[in-house]
């Protein structure tokens, strides 16, 4: 039974899963830990959570062009109508018009989670027909722009939303995406030059627009000099012929391994991953979509205290170079053999990182919940 001192809120997504590193483990808990909440949190199925003030509404997966993705839509609706949130948290422009009709019936405070600008990711990635992507984007830009009245506040997951979105207006709070790391989870940058593998790791969305090709081709590459490198692709990959042209790429390379399923990996999964790493690549193409967002997973390798093989985009370069966390390199030109000698000689997290951990983000989490459910 809820209770009633409490406020309900509740965090909803068509496709992130239920134990989702956003929506539970960093809202959800930061808000359940305040013990001025309880969490109701709707997604695909994911691994079971047990966690005071947080429940879990779970939906069975669907494909990304399922006609169950619309029904999805109704389900939530209906679980939402009936929990009759004082808050409603929403991290999907398709929730849109079930968010308003919460708010309709129920009376319902709205925060829109703002975790990608839709607008430039249709433009500039793969996951359209190329004739449709305008009237896609312009589509999903015009719903944000009608709905933003009657919502009472945004959370913006990158600090370049403030410029590129003027739906939101003055009514948004930046709540990056850093990562929950606690201190024994840091690794000690591995020091052993010697070590009979060199294991790099690729983690997060398999996609063209972040760079698993580019991963691909510079793991080849330094395994050629080096028949110590080995690469770990593990993620959620959306589209069938990437991951088949993926498969075709390194099945004659068995040190690449691909560990990708049709939902999305749990985090502790790649946590793992992380852990057993030497390096990370962060390999995005960088567009109009990804040139002023900070890519999750590098939250997560400098948190973790991963060293990180870095496309050469200069807002990412800085915020490395402060700890020297990263090799960079140029993906349309570069020496492997340099990237190599790097690798192996380089001194990594001479400081510890600042700027990564989610600790930071969670007194301003909660002051923007403090204001809307009064």
């Not at 590193?21 to 969490?39: F, H, P, Q, W």
């Not at 839709?118 to 009237?135: E, H, V």
Request: aromatic content about 10%; hydrophobic content about 40%; glycine content about 4%.
């Amino acid at each position: 039974m809820a209770d009633s001192t409490k406020s309900t809120v509740v965090i909803a997504s068509v496709l992130k899963p239920v134990d989702d590193s956003r929506m539970y483990e960093k809202i959800g808990l930061t808000l359940a830990n305040s013990g001025k909440y309880d969490v109701h949190v709707i997604g695909i199925e994911g691994q079971p959570t047990e966690t005071p003030g947080i429940t879990s509404h779970p939906l069975r997966p669907f494909g990304r062009l399922s006609p169950r993705r619309l029904l999805a839509h109704i389900r939530i609706l209906l679980i939402a109508l009936r929990l009759r949130p004082r808050i409603f948290v929403i991290t999907t422009h398709e929730l849109l018009c079930a968010a308003l009709l919460v708010k309709l019936i129920r009376g319902s405070k709205l925060i829109y989670d703002v975790q990608e600008n839709y607008y430039w990711n249709i433009l500039y990635t793969r996951a359209f027909p190329l004739l449709a992507k305008p009237f896609v984007a312009l589509y999903v830009r015009l719903k944000e722009n009608l709905s933003a009245p009657f919502i009472e506040h945004f959370l913006l997951a990158e600090r370049g939303y403030e410029e590129e979105l003027k739906f939101p207006r003055t009514r948004y709070t930046v709540i990056e995406n850093k990562v929950r790391a606690e201190p024994h989870q840091r690794k000690t940058p591995a020091a052993d030059r010697g070590k009979e593998t060199i294991n790099l790791l690729f983690s997060g969305t398999i996609a063209e627009s972040t760079g698993v090709f580019t991963a691909i081709d510079l793991a080849v590459k330094l395994h050629v000099i080096d028949d110590r490198i080995r690469l770990t692709i593990i993620g959620f990959c959306s589209q069938s012929r990437v991951l088949e042209k993926i498969r075709l790429l390194i099945r004659p390379r068995p040190f690449i391994q691909l560990i990708a399923r049709d939902a999305p990996i749990p985090h502790r999964e790649i946590f793992n991953q992380i852990r057993e790493a030497d390096f990370g690549m962060v390999t995005y193409q960088i567009n109009p979509s990804t040139m002023n967002s900070v890519p999750t997973k590098l939250y997560e390798y400098l948190g973790l205290h991963l060293p990180v093989l870095l496309v050469s985009h200069k807002p990412w370069v800085d915020f490395c170079h402060r700890s020297r966390a990263a090799v960079v390199f140029n993906p349309d030109h570069y020496n492997a053999a340099d990237i190599l000698r790097e690798m192996l000689t380089g001194s990594f997290y001479t400081s510890d990182p600042v700027e990564v951990y989610w600790e930071s983000e969670e007194p301003r989490l909660l002051e923007c919940f403090e204001q809307v459910r009064r």
